[in-house]
């Protein structure tokens, strides 16, 4: 079933993503829970491993799943939903639940990305309608099943879309916003303090998301070490 996970390449640390002061204290609460699940349990109180990540795009869902699963030290297991139920609706039952027993059996984060790919209203017949029903409450059976040793992640940049009934089924819910000049200037100076002092000279951009940021860090520095080499080796010839 290792077709129905999209490959996840690097590793990401949770104090490399920048949060607002709301997204940071909801992590904090989080892995704290985690940290002290067994006694927790013990006392059979509630402990989050269900959450929804939902807001702009590029605003740090995706690197938020994938920080939890390292901090955690768990494989992440991501899965774009959109794909599983546009392909065949017929099978995306069969499919997440092939999933959520892989993700139980090896401990792994499960991460759905287009999560609203659920709730999208469809140009289907009548019995295809009534397949999505089935669909979405399959899922809602599976996380209401969940062992709490498991994570569950889903990440959405339309909420609205999703069926209230999943939406409840969700712990914590966090909300990612377009970040503003200090939340902007917070992460490039973590991108920037990476590299050299002679290749950190970069023109900051504002109103734009932490992905495209982090892209112009990396276009910006790759220009300065180029242009760096170049003058390099000019003097090198000129000598």
């Known amino acids: 079933m290792n077709h129905l996970f999209i490959p996840n390449t690097g590793k990401v640390a949770i104090e490399d993503i920048v949060f607002e002061e709301t997204l940071a204290k909801q992590m904090e609460q989080f892995l704290r829970e985690y940290e ?4 927790l349990m013990k006392y059979h109180l509630p402990v989050v491993n269900k959450l929804l990540l939902f807001g702009k795009s590029g605003c740090g869902k995706s690197m938020t799943a994938k920080a939890i699963a390292n901090r955690l030290g768990k494989k992440l297991k991501t899965i774009n939903l959109g794909n599983i139920v546009s392909s065949k609706l017929g099978e995306t039952s069969k499919n997440i639940a092939a999933a959520f027993k892989i993700a139980e059996s090896q401990e792994a984060v499960l ?3 287009e999560f609203d790919s659920l709730g999208k209203e469809r140009d289907y017949d009548n019995s295809d309608s009534s397949e999505m029903k089935r669909v979405v409450n399959s899922v809602i059976q599976m996380m209401d099943n969940l062992p709490k040793h498991s994570v569950i992640i889903a990440a959405t940049n339309q909420l609205n879309l999703i069926d209230e009934a999943l939406i409840r089924r969700f712990e914590m819910k966090m909300e990612f916003h377009a970040p503003n000049a200090h939340y902007l200037d917070q992460l490039y100076d973590r991108l920037i303090g990476k590299f050299p ?5 970069v023109n900051r951009e504002y109103g734009i998301s932490f992905a495209e940021a982090e892209d112009l860090v990396k276009q910006q520095v790759k220009e300065n070490i180029i242009q760096s080499e170049l003058r390099r080796k000019a003097v090198i010839c000129g000598a």
């Open 111 to 113: 991460f759905f990305d």
């Open 36 to 39: 002290h699940l067994d006694i």
């Open 197 to 201: 002092e002679e290749y950190q000279q």
